[in-house]
DNA sequence: ACAAAAGTGTTCAATTTACACCCATGA
DNA sequence: TCATGGGTGTAAATTGAACACTTTTGT
């Protein structure tokens, strides 16, 4: 009956996952309200492959264990980060993508609210942007340090994005394996994620402003929204809580929250 | 330096591919047009587990290959269709999913042209019947005799899709694994694929009258659509072949094809 | 002749877009 | 006081939904 799976050679398979966050940046008076900036949480590899380099969070599957919850386990063990709905992005399985061998990577994506306190040493915010020119991707990470990661990301034949990723062609101050690639298409991802359930309230805490929440939406969708028409659109999904965020050098603001109803699922 | 990855449990890696099209039945005298329904491609087990049970075309990825190329090859062997554009569906992951094992499963789906000609022995067209009834999904199939495979498949706690799979709970006409599951997730899916660029022409010949690909639409939406409003709608994406459809006991249609710039990836 | 489908036009409502205008604050 | 952001109203343009009407065919 039966045949034996263990007579067929298997590949490892590891759990990835792209956490997206928005930072605030400084201000530049009084007056001005500070913008947020699109942030990627990565990890500092601390072995071999790639040692030093940076890396999306993840790594094997366990037995006992679905994939998501590998992913969760190691965000948690690597970053200090859990309790992330996770989206399913894409599964890599290039050969040659992995120097170690025969590895499959389960790609994720998520969103949560900015916090830098309850981070593990080597996990870190990094600043993105993402810019393409003749079907090639930029990839810019800035780290708190101004420190710049930069990596090129290109279609291939089949409209399916790829980069190269052995040790040796890797350049320094990019990214590990292919994790660039994997990253490039998260932010594809989030950009399509806007015009459904409202994904943004994700990255907002509990309570916030109007202008907050589209300040969100213009970051990820890379330019300016029209104040009334935006909150128009945005008006059924959100509710006041009757508090005031005072204190800015300008007319305070109402607090909004997310009514209970909306589904923020990606 | 690196370590041994071959010192940890590795799971197999399958994929399974989801193939949609649309049938077109008999139509009821010479005036009425036949009307399309949802068709999945299937193939009976030849081996146990679930041996003589209705599965989705499948098997292990080899080493060499990636998820997609597995996908590919496995869909020619099973049922001889060859090149359609797969779209990543899922993975499975789920503790005794498969009996044989620790085996995760990468599912895709994809759309296309109805055609029974060039299909392998095992493999046949079942059509489908989505329905929802307080978070339960009714999956019924039907092959061309007419017998009925009917599965079940609720919603977990954490809103994602399960069903069970261990041989024992699976009842008679039913699916094997927890393919039932798959296919109610791909259904789902294509319902939300309609908004986007035109997936819908995959189904259907190079040209075809309006009508056609109205009832598509009405298909996988499970809905009428107004005529008018529709063409409207679809206008921007066809154009004129300068053929026509002629001798259907009512007034003949124009053939149109879809626009070459127009992406009908899902 | 006529049932069925092909195809077009028109109306009203809803939504989107663009812009103008006033309000409230704290340094 | 005044720059800055908070907040609202309104008119024009676009899109969508509903429906009426005409055309063309094979039997």
């Known amino acids: 009956m039966?045949?034996?799976i263990t007579a067929y050679d298997r590949p490892s398979?590891?759990?990835?996952?792209?956490?997206?966050?928005?930072r605030k940046s400084d201000g530049e008076s009084y007056r001005h309200l500070s913008t947020p900036v699109l942030s990627v949480l990565l990890v500092k590899r601390t072995d071999d492959p790639f040692s030093g380099m940076l890396a999306l969070p993840g790594g094997f599957c366990c037995r006992e264990e679905t994939i998501e919850e590998t992913a969760e386990r190691k965000l948690k063990e690597k970053t200090g980060i859990s309790d992330l709905p996770l989206s399913l992005l894409c599964n890599l399985s290039r050969l040659g993508?992995?120097?170690?061998?025969?590895?499959?990577?389960?790609?994720y994506w998520t969103l949560m609210e900015f916090s830098n306190s309850k981070i593990e040493k080597n996990a870190a915010w990094y600043e993105v942007e993402l810019d393409e020119k003749n079907d090639v991707y930029t990839l810019k990470l800035t780290d708190d340090n101004g420190n710049i990661y930069r990596s090129e990301v290109r279609l291939?034949?089949?409209?399916?994005?790829?980069?190269?990723?052995?040790?040796?062609?890797?350049?320094?101050n990019s990214l590990a394996f292919d994790h660039a690639e994997i990253i490039v298409r998260a932010v594809l991802q989030l950009r399509n994620s806007l015009d459904k359930p409202f994904a943004?309230?994700?990255?907002?805490?509990?309570?916030f402003t109007l202008t907050e929440l589209q300040q969100i939406y213009e970051m990820i969708l890379d330019k300016?929204?029209?104040?009334?028409?935006?909150?128009?659109?945005?008006?059924p999904y959100v509710e006041e809580t009757g508090?005031?965020?005072?204190?800015a050098g300008h007319r305070p603001s109402k607090l909004f929250?997310?009514?209970?109803?909306?589904?923020?699922?990606?």
């Open 2 to 4: 039966d045949y034996d």
């Open 13 to 22: 398979v590891t759990a990835d996952i792209v956490v997206f966050a928005a």
């Open 97 to 107: 993508r992995d120097p170690r061998g025969w590895i499959i990577s389960c790609c």
């Open 156 to 172: 291939n034949n089949s409209n399916e994005l790829y980069n190269q990723s052995s040790e040796a062609e890797i350049p320094e």
């Open 200 to 207: 943004a309230f994700r990255m907002l805490p509990e309570q």
């Open 224 to 235: 300016k929204l029209l104040m009334a028409n935006f909150r128009r659109k945005i008006a």
């Open 243 to 247: 508090n005031i965020d005072s204190g």
């Open 257 to 266: 929250r997310k009514k209970n109803d909306v589904n923020s699922s990606i």
